[in-house]
């Protein structure tokens, strides 16, 4: 009973859709309207909006981390576990949207700072360096996510790399219409208000 309890907590506080929340706020409208319909930070962008895009990001990121934190405070051991995966899935498919949500790559990183933190911060340089090399967030995502697995072990934690390699799996499969993108060369870069993918798919 406590493990479900841990689990919808995080499911519930990961479906908090804070990217379409803040932009309603600020004006911007539905950010499901917007380039390719999805409600994390690198569509955010799109609206030409950097400080309500950043803000997403952090928030996003946050509730994945305190997910985990206090997961692991409620219940040690497999508690975070299922946190990191309830936030992951909640922000993916929020039931007040539907089950229509974003992506994952914020929260996931949030959680996986909760669950080990070196390897946490590995997966963000890792899209750090790729962002800014190529220019495109799905791809510094799929490689930051699927290296995350190895960090994990490197970091002395090999307990975790069946938990993070389904949260990658995860990740890869929101990403599903970006890596056909990728394959054809037709996904847009980061920034850019345009996007090949209609907004009622938002995968």
Known sequence: MMLAAVFVFAYLLGSIPFGLLLTRVAGLGDIRAIGSGNIGATNVLRTGNKKIAALTLFLDGLKGLAAVLIAQHVMPGPGAAIAAIGALLGHMFPVWLRFKGGKG???????????????????????????????????????????????VIAFGRADLAMLVLAMAALIFLRHRANIRRLFLHTEPKIGHKDDPSPPPERD
């Open 105 to 151: 790559v914020a929260t996931g990183i949030g959680a996986l700072l909760g669950l080990n933190g070196l390897a946490g911060i590995a997966v963000t340089l890792v899209w750090l360096i790729m962002a800014k090399r190529f220019r495109i967030s799905s791809l510094a995502a799929l490689v930051a996510f699927g290296t995350a697995p190895l960090w």
